[in-house]
Nanobody
Framework: QVQLVESGGGLVQPGGSLRLSCAAS????????MGWYRQAPGKERELVAT???????DYEDSVKGRFTISRDNVKNTVYLQMNSLKPEDTAIYYC????????????WGQGTQVTVSS
């Protein structure tokens, strides 16, 4: 049973920064890719950033240049550094991990709330 535990959410003013963490219950080398999704009230869940086992990253257009995804293979943790936060970044942020074994298996964290407001 794989568990992903997010932390680091909270309330921040526009222009501020937060760092989200996602700790996995097993080696993150098990996963082909890990990423962060977010879901705002009344909207569908959207992909924010991904990082592959090899370290290749990709970002949703609205966060490029502001967010950075990274991984610590020793701590089995993936991070999302969020800078220059905007009110439209307000959402529940979910950690995701994918394993392409026999078919695709998705693993999800419980989510952490990020609120950007003055």
């Amino acid at each position: 049973q794989v568990q992903l535990v997010e932390s680091g959410g909270g309330l921040v003013q526009p222009g501020g920064s937060l760092r989200l963490s996602c700790a996995a219950s097993r080696s993150i080398f098990f996963f082909n890719a890990m990423g962060w999704y977010r879901q705002a009230p009344g909207k569908e869940r959207e992909l924010v950033a991904t990082i592959t086992r090899g370290g290749t990253t990709d970002y949703e257009d609205s966060v490029k240049g502001r967010f950075t995804i990274s991984r610590d293979n020793v701590k089995n943790t993936v991070y999302l550094q969020m800078n220059s936060l905007k009110p439209e970044d307000t959402a529940i942020y979910y950690c995701n991990a994918k394993n392409y074994g026999v078919g695709l298996t998705d693993y999800w964290g419980q989510g952490t709330q990020v609120t950007v407001s003055s």
